[in-house]
């Protein structure tokens, strides 16, 4: 049985359980409330591990991921980046190959092409590479107090880990513009009505988990080869619509090397950092 498994040694920055309340589920919350589970290299890492894991272990058949505390993942730890930013490490050639050598993307998750289903339980801020994880999602479940954003741009970077063909995918190319050109948050009940992006809204944190544990335990009741043969078509339909060889194409660009190796990114980080408004320069492009 499902809750007799030995789960992967992980960090207390990720809480791995197998819920009773759903058959043949592993739960995973991500757990640094306290920096809006912002993701490290750490936690990534673990995630990585963990998921791996989750694809082989041939008793596990869903995955639901949320976050602890008032956030799901308000994206990238920028502290994290910012060093990497000034230390090098995040230079342009640096970044794209990183990016498309990692074939899991943000979280070993906003590229995963898993074979079995995620659910993505949204308790709060999903912002940047959060919202990433969950434009890849399956099935999203969402609390009306979410909200959900791609603000990169504000802080003179970009949504690199996947989620911009996705979002056109999802929303088209108007809804897809208001979002990653102003950077602007979508509250929850906009995510579902008008974006798709959620595709169950509740309408307190208390319904939330009971919701996503009733999604699971229904894939559950079904056959799990006709649910992974099932999922593998809609990951190749995903695929041949062009998502990923677009989201490719665009980090090989010269355009996107500029983002990475430009002042205006490292004066974004600083401006963070330093809880001030960015002072832009002229675009390098």
Known sequence: MASNLNTPAHGDHLIVSLPDEAPHTLLLTLNRPKQLNAMNAALEKDLERVLDWFEREKELWVCIVTGNGRAFCAGMDLKEWRQSAED????????????????????????????????????GIAFGGGCEIVLNCD???????STFALPEVRRGVIAAAGGIPRIYSAAGHHLAAAMMLTGDPVPAQLAHSRYNLVTHLVPSLSALLPTAFTLARSIAACSPDAIQATKHALNLARQDSGIESSWVKWQES????????????????????????PRWGPAKL
């Open 254 to 277: 010269a355009e996107v090397k500029a983002v990475w190796e430009g002042e205006n990114m490292r004066e974004g980080l600083r401006a963070f950092g330093e809880k001030r408004p």
């Open 139 to 145: 099935l999203v479940v969402a609390a009306e107090e």
């Open 88 to 123: 090098g490490s995040g230079s342009g050639a640096a970044q794209t190959d990183r990016l498309v050598e990692n074939p899991h993307g943000f979280a070993s998750l906003s590229r995963r092409q898993c074979r079995k289903p995620i659910i993505a339980a949204v308790n």
